[in-house]
């Protein structure tokens, strides 16, 4: 068996480490001491079955992982870098599980370009209250090296999925499937937290997968100053994905809304802008999402601090 720790028990994090406590795939998630001891006594409760997930402290570790997954947001990942680098071996494979297309570069600065296998979560429809989490679609992990090759790593990676119980892709064009994920996540997560709308809106309501698409597309044109082509087809991908979902699903960015959290609106909406004033592309859908959502994250914090 591999040497698994997870990064981060927020809901990506916490369904993904209930499929592997259900098949007895041993793991740890990393914290620090101030943490530990409350992560360890807590309930989490993942489709009404109770969990008591073990936890290790840099300074618990005597053996590098052989993998780690990190599952924090996007404006945790500096913060995770100071704990990362404890552990961290010279044969540690690091997935990152973050949404984004930023967050491999920013783990490979730090801890090793050659320890980064790029990857994505894919078809998760997880909805999370508190320590309670429910969904009906598990996930999926994507995965692939860079250059397309098929790796022993990817090999050894694919072992370890299929042994906890979790659901893989393993590709060889990983960097066009992080770019499909980044536009879907710009246009349903964005358009949804603004609409405050489940995913049963986007299956029965055309014009808001019309609001989404507009951001979608806008991403389309960016993606092609990187040399990524995304098609028409690809928008219809993402429509069959939302099929599948709980139609009372929320999407994390409105799940984050709702609890009064930060959000990845720079990782997305602004973003896209950024590339957007870089490549001379216009990108007004999400200049105007980017200003809905700082007004109605601004409005959610102060609504949380009363």
């Known amino acids: 068996m591999e040497n698994v720790l997870f990064l981060g028990m ?18 740890h998630f990393l914290c620090d001491t ?35 997954f990190v599952a924090v947001k996007d404006y945790q990942l500096q913060e995770a870098l100071e704990i ?7 044969g540690t494979v690091v997935l990152s599980l973050l949404n984004g297309i930023d967050s491999e570069e920013i783990l490979g600065e730090k801890l090793g370009a050659e320890k980064i296998l790029p990857c994505f979560v894919a078809r998760m429809d997880s909805t999370r209250e508190n ?34 119980g979790v659901l893989f892709e393993a590709t060889g064009e990983i960097t066009r499937k992080m770019w499909w994920k980044f536009m879907v996540n710009v246009g ?62 929320k999407n994390s960015m409105l799940q984050d809304l709702e609890a009064g959290r930060k959000t990845e609106v720079e990782m997305f909406a602004g973003k896209v802008c950024r590339l957007g004033e870089r490549h001379g592309v216009s990108t007004p859908v999400n200049r105007l999402f980017y200003n809905l959502l700082k007004t109605l994250e601004c409005q959610a914090d102060r609504g949380r601090k009363k």
């Open 34 to 68: 101030a943490r530990k001891e409350a992560y360890e006594r807590r309930e989490r409760i993942v489709n009404g079955r109770p969990y008591f997930f073990p936890c290790l402290t840099p300074g618990e570790i005597s053996c590098p992982p052989d993998f780690l």
């Open 131 to 164: 320590d309670r989490l429910v969904y009906s679609s598990p996930g999926q992990i994507v995965f692939g090296e860079a250059d397309g090759k098929f790796t022993p790593r990817m090999e050894r990676l694919g072992r370890l999925l299929e042994e906890a």
């Open 188 to 249: 349903i997560n964005q358009a949804g937290a603004i609409l405050r709308a489940p995913y049963r809106v986007f299956q029965e309501v055309p014009e808001s997968l019309e609001a989404a698409f507009a951001a979608m597309r806008e991403v389309m044109a960016v993606a092609s100053h990187s040399g990524i082509s995304l098609s028409e087809e690809d928008l219809q991908e993402s429509v069959r994905m939302l099929r599948s979902f709980n139609p009372e699903g």
């Open 84 to 90: 990362l680098e404890k552990v961290v071996g010279p």
């Open 10 to 27: 927020g809901a990506v994090g916490m369904t993904f480490a209930s499929q592997f406590a259900d098949r007895g795939y041993p793991f």
